[in-house]
């Protein structure tokens, strides 16, 4: 008897068992088919959003032709300078992962708090922008940059060639932001340069760097730069003239004495003195920032900007319009008067 009780008991035991197991395998299908389910929707959504890679890295030739092609990724990335003999295009066709219209050519580096850390230089013959909304930032393109798309951008970055746009349209939808930097001619295929409404949009080149006096005195004429970019102190004897007759990059009116340096993060490194008797300012939007002026500085324009400087000596308007319109930040100094004459 107790014999049969015991393999009653064995028996109801094993039926359980066998229960149990066939309630833990139906749970872990439906586990299974839920997350594919769930994968499968994810992967459908970003194939969409993101036609073709999301990013190229480029370590060779081969690299950099694929990534700039429509095989490429919207963002294109560099890890070190780069040349090529090739005649470069950025092919359009490309979309960011938002699903917008975009591309972006990354010739810098960043840490982990997106500060830039570095930044590069390819060199080639041309580059031939293609999308709509593309990216030129940071680092530097040695050759000229034909563009042939809406809204192209160059952000902190520089050409050190000719900037080619193939419509006025297409030039006026661009964006080059302050800190760029374009050593040739800003102007429209085609267009005479001396005759053309390009000259007009970008007068003399976009900017003036100053190593002595014969370059200072140049830099601030009418054949100078929109922005004068000083990498020294610079005495002299001259009353100095800033002229008008300048707009910046975006073909707004404007001019900047740049007396200081910086790093790749915007970071002011040092500043730089500019001794004259005196400097008149006649165009329009002019700042003079950080470092110092030593002498007195007379505006003859509205718009004018003392951010970060300082004027050793006074600080002299043509007119009350035009004090009431200048712009004197906190960090600014000036040392003698600031008066109406």
Known sequence: MVKWNRLLMITASLGLLAACGNGDDTAAEDETEEVAEDTTDETGEDSDATTGATQSVVTDEDSLLEGLSSDGGWIVIFQDDFSTDEELVLAGGMENN????????????????????????????????????????????????????????????????????????????????EDATITGETKVEGEDADAGETADATTGATQSVVTDEDSLLEGLSSD?????IFEDNVSSDEELVMVDGFENNNGEVERKLALYEQDADRNVTGTFTLSAPSITIQNENTRLQYGTVEGDVYVEANG?????????GDLIFASDEFEESAEIDDDATITGETKVD
Do not use: M
């Open 98 to 177: 938002d699903g917008e219209s975009e591309r972006k050519l990354a010739l810098y580096e960043q840490d982990a708090d997106r500060n830039v850390t570095g930044t590069f230089t390819l060199s080639a013959p041309s580059l031939t922008i293609e999308q709509d909304n593309t990216r030129l930032q940071y680092g530097t393109f040695e050759g000229d940059v034909y563009v042939e798309a809406e809204n192209f951008r160059l952000l902190g970055g520089t050409i050190d060639g000719d900037l080619i746009f193939a419509s006025e349209e297409l030039q006026d939808s661009a964006e080059i932001d």
């Open 224 to 228: 100078g730069g929109w922005i004068v």
């Open 304 to 312: 004018f900007k003392l951010l970060g400087g300082t004027i050793d």
